[in-house]
């Protein structure tokens, strides 16, 4: 069964499941998710699968922000209660979640879903309940597009870094045959389209091309098709275990004369600390801090918090998902005591020119929920993420 006709099915089994009234623009939905005393958001996330080092950390990060705001009082009298469901990156895993969240916890926000392909099956339902989409752990494009008020990003586009990249190493670096290699997925699809396009607004195209389901770990035939390609540059539509078994192919064929770029979805310390991704790229919207970097007073406060609570130092993950919990706090703030979820909506486009304590920019108004909209291009070096250059866009 094809990939879309299964997000296709399974969403139509979720809704049929959903009890919320239908209300695509979401105009006049009342205060579910909110009692005298409490708010209550959700999340459905991977803490047990593939990318659980993204759905962990982001939780860990959005609880942490959550308490302080809860020891300090709450918003506005009232306490967040987070609740967090396992999908172990599983679509039908997703669905049961969604499914508890909104007919069961009645959650007034989603926030930090992990998954293009989770968030793509969900949105639908999520938005026919009349729950908002906040800050999903995904950079695919439909995070953004088509615009639905609903739906609001704090993660780099993964399209958008594809394409980026297709452009600053053909441009600065001088890589002249750009080629691909992704899962087989939403996601895959996601960096395979920016890349092809931008190629194609260059004047050339791809010369190779390489697909794999999610499961595989053989990769020794793939890497010869595009090595014998001649490819120079080559984008990775790739998480983590997939990345470093194709780092690790290339390495023990003796490749080296090739760039290796990868987006947000594979940017973590445990693909930095393999002796095979020396020299790889990602292009990403945060950039991770270690322990000995020059912090500011906050963020060394916030990395010593962290690591207290849950015994590991911080990585991107824990960066997004605590900037992403103090912009859902910040548009409580701004609704007031009065809290519906149209109030909430018009709160968050209202958050304009916000700065994180890492010193990244995110604004929103009632016409772009995007976010973020500048990458920051990082490469391995000596097992550590360098970061080389700031503000790329194409």
């Known amino acids: 069964m094809s990939n ?6 399974l969403s ?88 508890k969240l909104i007919n069961r916890d009645n959650v007034l926000a989603m926030l930090l879903g992990v998954g293009t392909p989770m968030n793509n099956a969900l949105m639908p339902t999520l938005f026919e309940a009349g729950v908002p989409n906040f800050f999903p752990i ?42 691909v290699i992704h899962v087989d997925n939403d996601y895959g699809i996601e960096i395979l389209a920016g890349a092809k396009d931008q190629a194609e607004a260059m004047g050339t195209s791809l010369s190779a091309v390489s697909a794999h389901k999610p499961t595989e770990s053989e990769f ?15 984008l990775m539509g790739t998480v983590h275990r997939d990345t470093i078994l194709i780092l690790d192919a290339a390495r023990k064929m003796g490749w080296s004369d090739v760039a290796w770029v990868g987006t947000n979805a594979a940017y973590a310390q445990v693909i930095a600390d393999q002796e095979s991704s020396e020299g790889y790229y990602c292009f990403v919207h945060m950039a991770k801090i270690y322990s000995d970097d020059e912090m500011s ?44 979820t149209d109030g909430l909506v018009k709160a968050m486009e209202s958050i304009d020119s916000y700065k994180d304590i890492f010193g990244y920019n995110v604004s929103f108004s009632a016409d772009s929920h995007k976010g973020a909209t500048e990458s920051v291009l990082s490469q391995v070096r000596n097992k550590r993420w360098i970061t080389l250059q700031e503000a790329i866009t194409y």
């Open 12 to 99: 139509s089994l979720i809704f049929l499941v959903s009890c919320g009234e239908e209300n695509p623009s979401g105009e006049g939905l009342s205060n579910r998710g909110v009692t005298d005393d409490e708010i209550i958001l959700g999340s459905f996330s991977d803490l047990s699968g593939p990318v659980a080092v993204w759905g962990v950390g982001s939780v860990n990060g959005a609880r942490m922000r959550f308490a302080e705001v809860n020891e300090a009082g709450g918003v506005h009298g009232r306490q967040i209660r987070f609740v967090v469901e396992d999908t172990s990156y599983q679509v039908p895993k997703a669905i049961s979640a969604a499914n």
């Open 138 to 179: 995904s950079g695919g494009r439909q995070m953004d597009e088509p615009f639905h008020r609903f739906k609001f990003s704090q993660h780099g586009i993964y399209y958008d870094e594809a394409r980026a990249s297709v452009k600053y190493f053909m441009e600065q670096l001088g890589s002249e045959v750009p080629c």
């Open 297 to 340: 007073p906050i963020v060394r406060s916030w990395w010593d918090k962290y690591i207290e609570l849950y015994g590991a130092e911080p990585g991107l993950a824990a960066m997004e998902g605590y900037r992403g919990a103090d912009l859902t706090v910040e548009a409580l703030q701004r609704a007031g005591r009065d809290l519906t």
């Open 220 to 234: 020794t035939a793939p890497i010869i098709r595009l090595r014998k390609a001649g490819c120079d540059l080559v």
């Open 4 to 9: 879309f006709r299964t997000v296709i099915i």
